[in-house]
């Protein structure tokens, strides 16, 4: 059984910095597309980052470019999240997801929520003013 588990969420004052961290178990790490969302209350659920598992290709919606950094450590089964300059409009539930490789080749234009199979509990970042 697949489970993904998110921690690092927290309260920070914007400009401050988290760091998330995803860890899988239940199946194999490599060769999938790892993507971070958020959803804050009343929205949409939105991507942040994705990233391949295999080759390491990185994809980041605009709002968040030069600020969030997506990695992995494929030894520990784990993405990361590491969030720079915060901004209050950050705050929002966050959420890991993996699916097959194939999911990262959305992120080239939007991901699509619904194909990921396998989703965390998401774990809560609130950044005050």
């Known amino acids: 059984q697949v489970h993904l588990v998110e921690s690092g969420g927290g309260s920070v004052q914007a400009g401050g910095s988290l760091k998330l961290s995803c860890t899988a178990s239940g199946y194999i790490f490599s060769n999938r597309c790892m993507g971070w969302f958020r959803q804050a209350p009343g929205q949409e659920r939105e991507g942040v980052a994705g990233?391949?598992?295999?080759?390491?290709?990185?994809y980041y919606r605009d709002s968040v470019k030069g600020r969030f950094t997506v990695s992995r450590d494929n030894t520990k089964s784990t993405v990361y999240l590491q969030m720079d300059s915060l901004k209050p409009e950050d705050t929002a539930m966050y959420y890991c997801?993996?699916?097959?490789?194939?999911?990262?080749?959305?992120?080239?234009?939007?991901?699509?929520?619904?194909?990921?199979?396998?989703w965390g509990q998401g774990t809560l970042v609130t950044v005050s003013s």
């Open positions: 997801a993996a699916d097959g490789p194939w999911a990262c080749i959305d992120w080239a234009r939007q991901p699509v929520v619904s194909r990921y199979a396998y």
């Open positions: 990233l391949a598992t295999t080759i390491g290709a990185t």
